[in-house]
């Protein structure tokens, strides 16, 4: 006698995720903040500007753009996938606008002059984007290996940068770049007040929409995912996408603040970006992890630099630190789960 298999449901696919509803905030997620509450107190000892509300901004206006790359990394590690290429992203897509925007010449940085100046924004959204589109495609049609081929990707786009600049940075940003950048909402940087809007949108989506849970399914298990319904490469290659496009915005974010592209912008920060979401409990085999831990992780980076630099210790040795933060939150998240990273 033969069994009739039934198609796979709507509550199939809700029962796919690790739970009914993915909690926003665990318990867990405040681990690091006895270690900012240290690291501030730490701070205060070595300098008494530490605990200044200018100090403060500061910190948290840094803080910012690698949020955003941090947001982006988080949510595609969270559905089991990588992206190095965000680093190139922060810096290639202010530069593409630019290039499509700024005169042909006057200026020190001769454009292409394609589009108004008011357009400046939503192209370096679209490059963003378009990033991310290819890196999905690399991953879920051709196969390719996620580390290999955004890691390439990090580098031809880190070439094309160098390329069009001719390793120059480039200055007279468009008005539009230099307002998020630079002004202030309620006596705070309307960069920190965007990004604190975007965790929590970011937060409320995986724990209450649908499409947001079936991220922990697809990292998790996502051929379990694929039985339950989930179409798991689309939101895959949707959540690259973002990524992207929250890398563009870090770049808009970076580029007003600074008043300019410079010709090294993101270099290195993939690393601070997997240290602060490993150390913010993001797991790196997927489907584990929320979006205040990750935030909490950037927080604790962005305190250990700026205590480091006020205590007086050169700033060459913030890489150094970076990678002993990781291999350090790598050895702890592996006793702490009892489970063994390949």
């Not at 509803?21 to 000892?45: A, E, H, K, Q």
């Not at 770049?177 to 604190?196: E, H, N, S």
């Not at 949108?201 to 319904?229: F, Q």
Request: hydrophobic fraction near 55%; include cysteine; glycine fraction near 12%.
């Amino acid at each position: 006698m033969t069994q009739t298999v039934q198609p796979p449901t709507a509550g199939a696919a809700e029962r796919a995720t690790p739970r009914s509803r993915v909690r926003t905030i665990r318990w867990s997620d405040f681990s690091l903040v006895p270690v900012i509450l240290v690291l501030m107190v730490i701070g205060f000892i070595v300098s008494p500007v530490f605990l200044t509300a200018d100090n403060l901004i500061s910190v948290v206006q840094q803080s910012s753009e690698l949020s955003l790359l941090v947001l982006g990394q988080a949510l595609i590690l969270i559905c089991g996938r990588m992206d190095l290429s965000l680093e190139s992203t922060i810096g290639i897509a202010p530069v593409v606008a630019m290039w499509l925007v700024l005169p042909t010449e006057g200026g020190r940085f001769a454009g292409l002059d394609l589009l108004p100046v008011w357009l400046a924004i939503p192209a370096c959204l679209l490059v963003g984007v378009v990033i991310g589109l290819v890196n999905g495609f690399l991953m879920l049609k051709l196969r390719v290996n996620g580390f290999i081929a955004t890691l390439g990707m990090l580098t031809m786009l880190r070439g094309l940068h160098i390329g069009i600049t001719e390793g120059k940075s480039i200055t007279g940003v468009p008005e539009s770049f230099r307002y998020l950048g630079k002004t202030d909402w309620l006596g705070v940087p309307a960069a920190v007040w965007i990004c604190l809007a975007l965790f929590a949108l970011g937060g409320a989506a995986l724990a209450w929409l649908r499409h947001g849970r079936a991220l922990y399914a697809i990292g998790g298990n996502p051929e379990a995912a694929r039985a339950a319904g989930i179409r798991v490469d689309r939101v895959t290659w949707i959540v690259l996408a973002v990524g992207g496009l929250l890398a563009a915005f870090a770049g808009i974010l970076y580029t007003g603040h600074y008043g300019s592209v410079a010709a090294t912008q993101g270099n290195g920060w993939i690393f601070q970006v997997f240290a602060a979401a490993v150390i913010g409990g993001i797991g790196l085999k997927g489907g584990r992890g929320t979006l205040f831990g990750a935030l909490t992780g950037v927080l604790t980076l962005q305190l250990v630099v700026n205590v480091m630099t006020l205590g007086g210790v050169p700033a060459l040795w913030n890489q150094f630190l970076n990678g002993a933060i990781i291999i350090l939150a790598l050895v702890i998240s592996r006793f702490a789960s009892g489970e063994k990273q390949d």
